[in-house]
Every structure is written in C-alpha cells, then in structure tokens.
C-alpha cells in the first residue's frame, strides 16, 4: 500500500470527529490487511462528505492496496478534481504513478511523476 503522505506533500483541513472515527477506523483495518473493510469505512464517509479529496485519496490507497489500479487511479483523480487548494496534489499524482507502475505502464508512470513536481 502507498504510504500516508508526507506532512510536507499535505496538511489537511480538520474532519469532522464522524469522519476521523471512520478514517481511523480505515487505517486499523488496513493495517490489519483487511482492505475490504477498510473500503468499505472510506465508502462510508464519502457519503457523509463526498466532496473532501482526503478521502479519494485514502479509497484511492486502499484500492491500490488490493491490487485493483484502475480504481486506485480513478480515486485519485476524484481527488484532483475536488481538490481546490492543491494539498493532496503531490500525493495523489505519487499514487497515480505507482498504481500505473504496478499495472506496467512505465510511460504513463512516469508522465505522472513528473506532474507531481512542482513547476
């Protein structure tokens, strides 16, 4: 699975305390491997707060965790998207890259790594 991101690549608005339960939850289930569960927590949130990018970005993760780089990339980009002020930006476009890494697409690969720079 990618990482968290880096405090230096984003600092995220405070979430709700529904939302953080439901993030924290995410997380000890993914640390458990249990993706499916935390899957479903994130998909649970994005119901609650379905234009934060933070939790595109977390889905995003999961789904690259379960090998399924299509979807990972396709959260990542809703991220994007709803990402007004550019925090998850760098992060997003570091999970991009490395979920085409993994489906073999080293062109796509890197074209997205050097859009997560900046300049």
Known sequence: MVPEPAAAEVAE???SP???AL???AAEFSAAGDHDDAAAALERALRLSPAEP???HRLASVRLAQGDFRAAEAM??????R?????WRRANWRLIAEARRLAGDRDGAREAEARRRPG
């Open 18 to 20: 529904a939302l953080l």
């Open 76 to 81: 990542a980009q809703r991220s994007l998207e």
């Open 23 to 25: 993030v924290d939850r």
């Open 83 to 87: 990402d007004e002020s550019g925090l």
């Open 13 to 15: 608005a405070p979430l």
């Open 54 to 56: 933070g939790l595109w």
